[in-house]
């Protein structure tokens, strides 16, 4: 990614004449937690990404974007390096540290879907308690390994080859079983603007 999301979310919420506590008020995220992200301190979930999004009236992929293209975008393996670009955050500001993203088409501009590989580690089950929910829908493919899906009340085991498709305003997790195994899935996220 060329510019990092706080330095991108510092410079579209000072492009909009916001500040950060108008920011805050706006969006329902904590004060210190956008300045966390700002200062690059904090890495944002997803939801918290999609509530700042929404406030400032960009969508989602603007905080993940590199160079910007309307052509086609294609990502070879080689590029597919994880990043812990975004991850899932406690309300605190406190990091679960446990997802590693590699966006496949940060360069797509006007996009209306994210795709994502990610390299899921294990989670505490203290730390899988925190779920996350944002307006939208996720669609999630396993590559290798076996991961478990928190979704509500429900809980997914899910093996190389399977996949679910749930709407993610409904709070929800994605974890391995154990502290040994890691896993990679194909997750694309769509969010309405």
């Known amino acids: 990614m060329t510019e990092n999301i706080g330095?991108?979310?510092k410079r579209l919420r000072e492009d909009s004449n916001i500040s950060q506590e108008d920011l805050a008020a706006q969006s329902g995220v904590n004060l210190d937690q956008i300045v966390s992200i700002e200062s690059g301190k904090v890495l944002p979930s997803l939801a918290t990404l999609i509530k700042l999004a929404r406030t400032l009236g960009?969508?989602?992929g603007t905080f993940l974007d590199g160079m910007e293209s309307p052509e086609p975008t294609v990502t070879t393996p080689t590029e597919q390096i994880p990043q812990v670009s975004v991850c899932l955050s406690k309300g605190n500001g406190a990091d679960i540290e446990h997802l590693?993203?590699?966006?496949?088409?940060?360069?797509k501009t006007d996009r209306n879907m994210e795709p994502f590989v990610i390299n899921v580690e294990y989670t505490s089950p203290n730390e899988m308690s925190t779920l996350s929910h944002h307006e939208g829908e996720e669609f999630i493919y396993v590559l290798n390994g076996n991961v478990v899906v928190r979704y509500g009340d429900e809980t997914y085991n899910l093996e190389k080859g399977d996949s679910?498709?749930?709407?993610s305003i409904?709070?929800?997790n994605i974890s391995v079983p154990t502290p040994e195994q890691q896993a990679k899935v194909l997750a694309v996220v769509y969010t309405p603007f």
């Open 58 to 60: 960009i969508r989602l």
């Open 7 to 9: 330095y991108k979310l």
């Open 164 to 167: 679910i498709y749930f709407d």
């Open 170 to 172: 409904v709070p929800h």
């Open 100 to 107: 590693k993203y590699c966006s496949l088409a940060e360069n």
